[in-house]
Nanobody, 122 residues
Framework: QVQLVESGGGSVQAGGSLRLSCAAA????????MGWYRQAPGKQRELVAL???????QYSDSVKGRFTISRDGALKTVDLQMNSLKPEDTAVYFC????????????????WGQGTQVTVAS
Protein backbone atom coordinates (compact mmCIF):
# COMPACT_ATOMS: atom_id res chain seq x y z
CA GLN A 1 0.00 0.00 0.00
CA VAL A 2 1.20 3.51 -0.80
CA GLN A 3 1.87 5.71 2.21
CA LEU A 4 1.91 9.48 1.86
CA VAL A 5 3.68 11.87 4.22
CA GLU A 6 2.75 15.53 3.93
CA SER A 7 4.56 18.57 5.25
CA GLY A 8 4.12 22.30 5.02
CA GLY A 9 0.98 24.37 5.29
CA GLY A 10 0.11 26.80 8.04
CA SER A 11 -1.21 30.35 8.24
CA VAL A 12 -0.25 33.35 6.13
CA GLN A 13 -1.51 36.79 5.22
CA ALA A 14 -3.13 37.37 1.84
CA GLY A 15 -0.47 37.79 -0.81
CA GLY A 16 1.94 35.52 1.01
CA SER A 17 3.41 32.17 0.04
CA LEU A 18 3.46 28.65 1.39
CA ARG A 19 4.98 25.39 0.18
CA LEU A 20 3.53 21.92 0.59
CA SER A 21 5.51 18.72 0.16
CA CYS A 22 4.42 15.12 -0.11
CA ALA A 23 6.56 11.99 -0.17
CA ALA A 24 5.27 8.57 -1.17
CA ALA A 25 6.52 5.28 0.21
CA UNK A 26 5.76 2.33 -2.04
CA UNK A 27 6.52 -1.37 -2.06
CA UNK A 28 5.20 -3.02 -5.22
CA UNK A 29 2.97 -0.24 -6.50
CA UNK A 30 3.66 1.93 -9.53
CA UNK A 31 2.74 5.55 -9.07
CA UNK A 32 1.08 7.01 -12.15
CA UNK A 33 0.27 10.49 -10.87
CA MET A 34 0.69 12.65 -7.80
CA GLY A 35 -0.90 15.91 -6.88
CA TRP A 36 -2.91 17.99 -4.46
CA TYR A 37 -6.61 18.44 -3.78
CA ARG A 38 -8.27 20.74 -1.27
CA GLN A 39 -11.49 20.87 0.68
CA ALA A 40 -12.90 24.03 2.22
CA PRO A 41 -15.58 23.88 4.94
CA GLY A 42 -18.94 22.98 3.48
CA LYS A 43 -17.51 22.32 0.03
CA GLN A 44 -16.53 19.28 -1.98
CA ARG A 45 -12.94 18.22 -2.38
CA GLU A 46 -11.51 19.71 -5.56
CA LEU A 47 -8.41 19.27 -7.67
CA VAL A 48 -5.69 21.87 -7.18
CA ALA A 49 -2.83 20.48 -9.26
CA LEU A 50 -1.81 17.09 -10.61
CA UNK A 51 1.24 15.66 -12.37
CA UNK A 52 0.85 12.46 -14.38
CA UNK A 53 4.01 10.83 -15.69
CA UNK A 54 5.51 12.85 -18.51
CA UNK A 55 2.43 14.95 -19.12
CA UNK A 56 2.20 18.68 -18.48
CA UNK A 57 0.86 19.60 -15.04
CA GLN A 58 -2.88 20.04 -14.66
CA TYR A 59 -4.11 23.01 -12.59
CA SER A 60 -7.44 24.24 -11.36
CA ASP A 61 -8.39 27.49 -13.09
CA SER A 62 -8.54 29.21 -9.71
CA VAL A 63 -4.82 28.63 -9.02
CA LYS A 64 -3.27 28.95 -12.48
CA GLY A 65 -0.43 31.44 -12.51
CA ARG A 66 -0.15 31.40 -8.71
CA PHE A 67 0.59 27.78 -7.80
CA THR A 68 3.34 25.57 -9.21
CA ILE A 69 3.56 21.81 -8.82
CA SER A 70 6.87 20.03 -9.16
CA ARG A 71 8.10 16.48 -8.64
CA ASP A 72 11.20 14.34 -8.53
CA GLY A 73 12.10 12.10 -11.45
CA ALA A 74 10.66 8.96 -9.87
CA LEU A 75 7.31 10.65 -9.15
CA LYS A 76 7.58 9.80 -5.47
CA THR A 77 7.85 13.34 -4.16
CA VAL A 78 5.65 16.21 -5.18
CA ASP A 79 5.76 19.82 -4.03
CA LEU A 80 3.22 22.61 -4.37
CA GLN A 81 4.53 26.17 -4.28
CA MET A 82 1.66 28.52 -3.52
CA ASN A 83 2.20 32.21 -4.20
CA SER A 84 -0.12 35.22 -4.07
CA LEU A 85 -2.38 33.36 -1.69
CA LYS A 86 -5.96 34.54 -1.28
CA PRO A 87 -8.44 34.00 1.57
CA GLU A 88 -10.43 31.74 -0.75
CA ASP A 89 -7.43 29.39 -0.85
CA THR A 90 -8.12 28.52 2.78
CA ALA A 91 -8.79 24.79 3.00
CA VAL A 92 -7.41 21.46 4.06
CA TYR A 93 -5.01 20.32 1.36
CA PHE A 94 -4.67 16.61 0.63
CA CYS A 95 -1.85 14.89 -1.18
CA UNK A 96 -3.07 12.31 -3.67
CA UNK A 97 -1.29 9.44 -5.39
CA UNK A 98 -2.79 7.42 -8.21
CA UNK A 99 -1.16 4.04 -8.64
CA UNK A 100 -1.43 0.62 -10.20
CA UNK A 101 -0.21 -2.79 -9.08
CA UNK A 102 1.49 -5.41 -11.23
CA UNK A 103 -1.28 -7.97 -10.86
CA UNK A 104 -3.95 -5.54 -12.12
CA UNK A 105 -2.26 -2.86 -14.25
CA UNK A 106 -5.52 -1.65 -15.79
CA UNK A 107 -7.06 -0.38 -12.54
CA UNK A 108 -5.88 2.87 -10.98
CA UNK A 109 -6.08 3.15 -7.21
CA UNK A 110 -6.18 6.33 -5.15
CA UNK A 111 -4.34 7.00 -1.91
CA TRP A 112 -4.78 10.12 0.20
CA GLY A 113 -2.63 11.89 2.73
CA GLN A 114 -4.11 12.91 6.06
CA GLY A 115 -4.42 16.55 5.01
CA THR A 116 -2.73 19.76 6.06
CA GLN A 117 -4.47 23.02 6.90
CA VAL A 118 -3.76 26.16 4.89
CA THR A 119 -5.28 29.36 6.26
CA VAL A 120 -5.01 32.70 4.46
CA ALA A 121 -6.02 35.77 6.42
CA SER A 122 -7.35 38.86 4.66
Amino acid sequence: QVQLVESGGGSVQAGGSLRLSCAAAVSVEIIRAMGWYRQAPGKQRELVALMRGGDSPQYSDSVKGRFTISRDGALKTVDLQMNSLKPEDTAVYFCNAKYTIYSDPGFEHNEWGQGTQVTVAS
